[in-house]
């Protein structure tokens, strides 16, 4: 099966509206053919009503199968060069705006190390603030919730950035108090709109990436709704924000961070 049908990419977006209130119009035709066609070709289905209709009644299974549409893929300190700039520009505008307790949301944060990673951050230079580690999927938030994640999310960072800041013991990794009394977990969908206003930072990187452009332009608007004036937002290396908007200005090209300066 070199392709999946248009039909079945259909039934599909429906199925996860159905079980996970997933807003599946949102998805790109090609990251949900990806998740689909390798359990088509592994389990021998004909198509995917067969293969759903199924899955319907096998809750086990079906809860594997849902865990593919997860993208869980983090990292402590992930692209630390985008960390270092945004330091520096955070601390510039905490003291340009008068922020006294400025709000980071690292959004679709999977298992929280983007969050933990930026709580560090703020510590290590004696900044203020707190950060909400958002993500649609409950059970991702668990161990950020029961204060640790996976030591591998370590792995590639200097021992030196961290020293002091997690405890490792067996497969996980527990920040110290400092750290994680400023992170808060939130499970909520970005595709229905975030709960939470007068941010001052928002981290959405790696996400466009899975998305169709209007939802990219939906989602775009969100941010600057929530985000305070000056409020920064940083995508991924490989997104931007499209076209010319006056509410946006670019403040580090290459680490893909922008300001508002439109709105409230």
């Not at 289905?45 to 594997?64: I, K, M, Q, V, Y």
């Not at 013991?169 to 108090?177: I, L, Q, V, Y």
């Not at 305070?228 to 290459?254: A, M």
Request: charged residues 25%.
């Amino acid at each position: 099966m070199s392709d999946v049908a248009a039909s079945d990419i259909g039934l599909l977006r429906r199925w996860l509206k159905r079980n996970l209130g997933l807003r599946a119009e949102d998805y790109r035709s090609e990251f949900l053919g990806r998740r689909l066609r390798p359990y088509l070709q592994v389990q021998g289905w004909p198509d995917a009503a067969a293969c759903l209709s199924h899955l319907d009644t096998h809750p086990r299974e079906r809860e594997g199968f849902l865990r593919r549409f997860f993208v869980g893929t983090t990292e402590c300190f992930r692209n630390g060069e985008v960390f270092e700039s945004f330091q520096n520009h955070f601390s510039q505008r905490i003291a340009r705006f008068r922020w006294n307790r400025p709000v980071i949301l690292s959004a679709a944060c999977a298992t929280g190390e983007e969050a933990l990673s930026l709580a560090v951050l703020l510590e290590e230079a004696g900044l203020p603030g707190l950060v909400l580690a958002a993500d649609r999927y409950k059970p991702a938030l668990a161990g950020l919730r029961e204060g640790s994640v996976p030591a591998k999310a370590l792995q590639r960072v200097d021992r030196a950035d961290w020293k002091g800041y997690f405890k490792i013991a067996g497969s996980r990794a527990a920040p110290g108090p400092s750290v994680f009394s400023r992170v808060h977990p939130l499970c909520c969908d970005l595709g229905w709109g975030i709960p939470c206003k007068a941010v001052h930072s928002v981290f959405l990187r790696n996400v466009f990436v899975y998305l169709t452009e209007e939802a990219q332009e939906r989602i775009i608007k969100t941010m600057s709704e929530i985000l305070v004036v000056g409020g920064l937002l940083v995508l991924g290396r490989v997104e931007r924000i499209r076209g010319s908007r006056p509410e946006w200005e670019v403040v580090d090209r290459d680490c893909r961070i922008y300001g508002k300066i439109g709105g409230r």
